[in-house]
């Protein structure tokens, strides 16, 4: 096989976009954003693989239905409600106790204004990453759906990008929450 060779228009624009990120402040969303947007320019010239096609079909095949995308909203809400209206309340009840013991508190009540404010943080910043074609969440693992989009347009491309509104934004959704919320808590404890 041939070894992949940029154009120097695609070097070019890999090399602004670094420059860029090495601009930006650590830890910012921006630099997310453009860290993604490099790694995406990397990874345009290698050509989608078949095994890549087959993969994003079978994806789509299975996970792009009303009851899949439904459920998927569902789930989070419950596991939601059930951690911030039963689980988290107990938790800081046990944790008052523990803490005559051991001086020092773990948890507080949770901070529901930080929990919707991360929920609508995430949902904005999913839509934007599958409107850019990247993931700037950092994580994956065997369920995740892939950020490199099989399909370059067309129906299936269409959706593809259509299955990444269904699944991502509100997974990142309601991963933002839970994280704005997690830190507001700790901070409350402390």
């Known amino acids: 096989k041939n070894p992949i060779e940029l154009t120097p228009e695609q070097t070019k624009k890999i090399m602004e976009l670094q420059t860029k990120v090495l601009s930006l402040p650590d ?3 921006e630099k997310d954003v453009y860290t993604a947007l490099s790694l995406k320019a990397q990874e345009e010239p290698i050509p989608t693989s078949l095994g890549d ?3 994003s079909y079978r994806n789509q095949s299975m996970l792009l239905n009303p009851k899949t995308l439904g459920r998927n909203i569902l789930g989070n809400m419950s596991f939601a409600s059930v951690e911030k209206g039963f689980t988290d309340p107990v938790a800081t009840m046990i944790d008052k106790g523990l803490s005559k013991f051991t001086g020092q ?7 529901y204004g930080e929990y919707f404010s991360g929920l609508g943080k995430g949902a904005k910043y999913g839509a934007e990453d599958v409107n ?5 969440r950092k994580l994956g693992g065997r369920f995740d759906t892939g950020t490199r989009p ?3 347009g067309g129906v299936l491309g269409k959706t593809e990008k259509a299955l990444a509104y269904g699944l991502q934004v ?3 959704a309601f991963y933002e929450a839970t994280y704005a919320e ?5 901070m409350k404890a402390k």
């Open 170 to 172: 509100p997974d990142r």
């Open 132 to 136: 850019l074609g990247i993931n700037t």
């Open 27 to 29: 830890g910012s969303r």
């Open 182 to 186: 997690s830190l507001a808590n700790q």
């Open 105 to 111: 508190r773990t948890r507080a009540m949770p901070q």
């Open 53 to 55: 096609k087959v993969r």
């Open 150 to 152: 099989a399909f370059d």
